[in-house]
């Protein structure tokens, strides 16, 4: 257990492990073993024999990361995939219900449309979020890195594989979600820190949220 008397660093690990039993409890038992204190679990993605995890836990601040690092992958067959300190940990459940509150609030189609990119983009720590209809950008949040038609050629590539278009899996740096009565379609961008299974299935139902509170707004 983390003295409470020294402070703490707020760390997000994120671990390919073996999806197998024990193993979560192996990486648990090594994360102890540098007194860090596993405050959260959620789990982001499984398949092919592997787990995707992503562990909240409380560090003392002499505790160096790359030792927590190391530890971690004594493990066999574990890998730290990213490693973040933050201020606090998020509540992935609380934030998606949030969210969905958030974009049922809104008062109009444009307030609506401001809403769904920036609360996404807040929520899934992206880079940039853009809603798009018919290649034209009606709204978008951060620094996009592609003009429209380079986004309409994403969703229309996206949109072609079925697995892609369920948030089943895609690209690493890019999650798309569709909001099909309007025959638009919401865009996450992340440099550097791969979209999970379960965040593209997020990210599906707050567009499924978003394409119902527009329709009755309009």
Not at 117 to 144: I, K, M, N, P, Y
């Amino acid at each position: 257990m983390t003295d409470l008397s020294e402070p703490a660093t707020h760390v997000l690990v994120r671990v390919w492990l073996p999806d197998r039993p024990g193993a979560l409890g192996l990486v648990a038992s090594r994360i102890g073993a540098v007194d860090g204190d596993i405050v959260g679990i959620d789990v982001l993605e499984r398949g092919d024999n592997v787990a995707v995890d992503e562990f909240a836990v409380l560090l003392r601040r002499s505790v160096a990361i790359d030792l927590l690092v190391r530890e971690i992958e004594e493990v066999d067959g574990a890998s730290v995939e990213e490693v973040r300190t933050i201020e606090h940990f998020p509540d992935p459940r609380l934030d998606a219900l949030e969210s969905a509150k958030t974009l049922c609030a809104a008062g109009t189609v444009e307030a609506l449309h401001r809403t769904l990119v920036e609360q996404t983009r807040a929520e899934f720590l992206a880079d940039w979020s853009a809603l798009l209809v018919d290649g034209s950008v009606l709204a978008s949040a951060g620094e996009v890195s592609h003009d429209a038609s380079v986004l309409g050629a994403l969703v229309t590539g996206t949109a072609a594989s079925p697995r892609v278009a369920d948030g089943t899996t895609g690209p690493d740096d890019l999650a798309v979600a569709s909001l099909p009565t309007h025959d638009a379609a919401l865009l996450l961008g992340r440099d550097g820190r791969a979209f999970r299974r379960r965040e593209r299935a997020q990210l599906v139902a707050l567009a499924g949220i978003a394409d119902r509170t527009w329709t009755l707004l309009a």
